[in-house]
């Protein structure tokens, strides 16, 4: 199976909604836990990155991508 692929400034669909009804976050940290950022209510959590692999659905908009404007 192919490891997702995310990076500091991520925007990622989890599996779940977030209590405010959305499910995008902003990845915030890295590390051995990643915090997370909830685009709607600005709520932030730290999540171990097994539990956070485990429920990430996909990445919506990366950083990675190269910019228009270049």
Do not use: W
Not at 10 to 15: A, G, L, N, Y
Not at 46 to 62: G, H, Q
């Amino acid at each position: 199976m192919e490891r997702k692929q995310y990076q500091l400034g991520d925007i990622v669909q989890m599996k779940k909604p977030h209590p405010c009804g959305t499910n995008e976050m902003e990845i915030i940290r890295l590390g051995m836990d990643i915090r997370i950022k909830c685009v709607g209510c600005k709520h932030s959590v730290l999540v171990p990155r097994a539990k956070f692999e485990s429920k990430l659905k996909k990445v919506l908009r990366s950083n990675a991508e190269p910019s228009a404007d270049a």
